[in-house]
């Protein structure tokens, strides 16, 4: 049996059968030209998928019998949010995208002060929800991360983290400490939020605010790095580092 793809229904894991409509029976048999007989995998729970085979194809439908639920681990162990400045055009969705396949479990947006892009799009959260489920789909993950609606400016997105927990790291154009000197010296178990900020640095109002929060200051060299490309490399050093075992 072929595995045509993977489908992000929730709410439909555990069925024994479910009849497809709409945008998802068209992706089935136009885009990828799915047959009866074929396997699809839907997800959307922590750790879970389940494998349905279709049954039967009709105009605008497609149904399908579930075969089995399966246990994955491709979920990250690490409990890592990354509270993000907005910047120009597509930049945030590209960050959603490749965190995401990288493990992130939420990501926080926000405008900063010195921000180029002062203003989002209102329904932007709901486009970059979409992109993480795609991001999953290929990348196998089974549980989307959160993605938080874009909060206006950094006192907002520090309100939605609560009181502090476990470690949170600043990414700074100043310089600071390595990762892996954080990690050495913090509980990798624990939560953990870095922040990236926007294309024109932090201001010192929100330098303030990360000194009262008790954030680590950590660098990620000498060059400078965009800051789209600057919270994946983060996100990517920070995920393998604190899912390495620890040394006896």
Request: proline content about 6%; some cysteine.
């Amino acid at each position: 049996m072929k595995t045509k793809t993977r489908l992000y229904l929730p709410d439909r894991l555990h069925d024994a059968t479910m009849t497809l409509i709409g945008e998802e029976a068209h992706y089935l048999v136009q885009v990828l030209h799915s047959e009866v007989g074929d396997g699809v995998l839907v997800f959307g729970m922590e750790s879970t998928e389940s494998l349905f085979r279709i049954e039967k194809i009709e105009p605008g439908q497609v149904h399908l019998e579930r075969l089995e639920i399966r246990q994955v681990e491709t979920e990250s162990p690490v409990d890592l949010t990354l509270v993000v400045a907005v910047g120009k055009g597509k930049k945030l969705e590209e960050i959603v995208e490749a965190t995401t396949a990288l493990g992130i479990k939420r990501v926080i947006p926000f405008v900063g002060r010195h921000s180029v892009a002062k203003k989002s799009n209102p329904r932007l959260q709901e486009r970059l929800q979409i992109i993480a489920r795609e991001a999953c789909r290929q990348s196998r993950r089974t549980q989307p991360p959160e993605i938080d609606p874009v909060h206006p400016k950094l006192e907002r997105a520090l309100d939605s983290l609560g009181p502090k927990q476990g470690t949170w790291v600043l990414f700074d154009e100043a310089g600071g400490d390595s990762l892996s000197e954080i990690v050495r010296a913090s509980d990798a178990s624990a939560p953990w939020v870095m922040f990236c900020g926007p294309e024109g640095g932090w201001s010192p109002k929100e330098r303030e605010l990360f000194d009262q929060a008790g954030c680590r200051r950590a660098s990620l060299g000498p060059r400078i790095l965009r800051t789209e490309l600057a919270a994946v490399v983060a996100v990517g050093i920070l995920e393998n580092l604190l899912s390495q075992p620890p040394k006896g």
